[in-house]
């Protein structure tokens, strides 16, 4: 298994930008379809944004569409999400996850993914 590595949350205001960051270690990272997952306190885990192992597909939920941004650098072994116009609604722990399936397109189903970091606090006041 892939083991992740997220950073770059943190507090922020309505309306500004972050970019989380993902760093894999331990496989092949060309080999992995990437997501990103939040999970908001006392709410369930949910779906944001995944990417196939070449960048070339991207999927991202229909609360974040065309704010957020999924990417990759294979060489890097990094997955980013860059946010913008973030929302106060947008606070959550977000994760990275990898799905070891590598071809097809990206899963929104956190069941599909094998491998999960720990998580990065992003809180957005209001």
């Known amino acids: 298994q892939v083991q992740l590595v997220e950073s770059g949350g943190g507090l922020v205001q309505a309306g500004a930008s972050l970019r989380l960051s993902c760093a894999a270690s331990g496989r092949t990272f060309s080999d992995y379809k990437m997501g990103w997952f939040r999970q908001a306190q006392g709410k369930e885990r949910e779906f944001v944004a995944g990417?196939?192992?070449?960048?070339?597909?991207?999927v991202y939920a229909d609360s974040v569409k065309g704010r957020f941004t999924i990417s990759r650098e294979n060489a890097k072994n990094m997955v980013y999400l860059q946010m913008n116009s973030l929302k106060h609604e947008d606070t959550a722990v977000y994760s990275c996850?990898?799905?070891?399936?590598?071809?097809?397109?990206?899963?929104?189903?956190?069941?599909?993914?094998?491998?999960w970091g720990q998580g990065t606090q992003v809180t957005v006041s209001s």
């Open positions: 990417i196939s192992w070449s960048g070339g597909s991207t």
């Open positions: 996850a990898a799905d070891q399936r590598k071809f097809g397109r990206p899963s929104t189903y956190g069941y599909d993914y094998n491998s």
